[in-house]
């Protein structure tokens, strides 16, 4: 059955993907952002609204009193934005979805596999504390008033514009100059990396599902490679065999702090995730993109775009000063 679907952001690396299955599901789908340009396009059976989603007052004469099947949130980040929905949406929504993160959970994991009921502790990453703050709040409105929230934790979710490397373009181009690139640790912890087309699967397959309300899903793949295995099929993909260097997690976080809470609180640690509670739900949701596939993809659009191929000189002679 068709479901109107209010998505707030709908054109960035997770959400645009999903916009476009919730479409070829058949749904009516409006998109409230900015209204700025995007390498992601919207389909043209999207109905777009513009206003900004930090300005309450603007959100609210945007969407009038339209009520709706569906809101889908992408771009909250703190209690106070998610508090801003609730006051907006609250009586007039059928599900409220929140993009939290994975990055939530118990930081580094005592057990793998990580499954929904794994603590939520992230001391690392103000980010995921953040997140945490919100889901409390969301959890708080369910149990206290039954606001019907649905709570989303993507992991390390990609499209072909984002490198999952610490040095993203930097990276690619230290390989292809013959230079080393930094791997942190030894490279062998395993790393959950999900393509957007397959995260969108899991989580159309959510939106106006009834026994989602209330509840909590983490949507990740079940492609968990080494990050050597990561930086290998980027090399393959942008033409070389890549000279990995090795260096810890504390110390490249030392030497570039910007690039600390997301290594120490997130990326230094294996992450493996159990699917099967997204999975009894949504029977269609599968890894179908595996990296070696999605890092071919990555360097064939980047050779296509130059204006993307921005090299961090900064960040190099970080990464020159490291291998040296």
């Not at 054109?11 to 916009?19: D, F, M, R």
């Not at 949130?73 to 059928?94: K, N, S, Y």
């Not at 009921?117 to 703050?133: C, G």
């Not at 600390?260 to 509670?277: E, Q, T, W």
Request: net charge negative.
């Amino acid at each position: 059955m068709s479901k109107r679907i209010l998505f707030l952001g709908g054109t960035g690396v997770i959400s645009a993907a999903s916009v476009t299955r919730a479409v070829e599901l058949g749904h009516d789908v409006t998109v409230l952002n900015r209204g700025e340009s995007t390498v992601r396009p919207l389909p043209d059976a999207v109905r777009r609204v513009t206003a900004d989603l930090r300005d309450a007052a603007s959100v609210r004469e945007a969407v009038g009193d339209e009520d709706f099947d569906v809101v889908a949130e992408f771009l909250a980040f703190t209690p106070e934005h998610v508090q801003a929905d609730i006051d907006l949406f609250e009586g007039r929504v059928g599900q409220y979805v929140f993009i939290s993160s994975a990055s939530a959970y118990q930081t580094p994991p005592s057990r793998l596999p990580v499954t929904e009921s794994t603590p939520l502790r992230n001391p690392f990453w103000q980010y995921s504390r953040d997140k945490i703050a919100c889901e409390d709040l969301l959890v708080g409105a369910y149990r206290e008033r039954g606001f019907p929230a649905t709570i989303v934790r993507p992991s390390h979710t990609y499209d072909r514009t984002l490198l999952p490397t610490s040095g993203g373009w930097t990276d690619i181009a230290r390989m292809r100059a013959g230079k080393p690139v930094v791997v942190h640790g030894d490279g062998t912890s395993l790393w959950t990396i999900t393509h957007t087309r397959d995260f969108a699967v899991g989580f159309a397959g959510l939106l106006g599902n009834p026994y989602a309300v209330g509840d909590t899903f983490h949507i990740t793949g079940d492609h968990a490679p080494t990050w050597n295995q990561i930086y290998g099929w980027l090399g393959e993909a942008a033409g070389v065999e890549p000279v990995l260097a090795h260096v810890s997690s504390e110390a490249i976080a030392a030497a570039h702090p910007e690039l600390g809470p997301g290594l120490i609180g997130d990326k230094a640690h294996s992450m493996v995730f159990d699917n099967s509670k997204v999975q009894a739900l949504v029977p269609d949701f599968a890894t179908t993109v595996p990296f070696w596939e999605g890092a071919a993809e990555m360097i064939a659009w980047y050779d296509q775009h130059p204006e993307a191929q921005v090299v961090d000189a900064e960040l190099d002679a970080v990464f020159d000063r490291l291998v040296g």
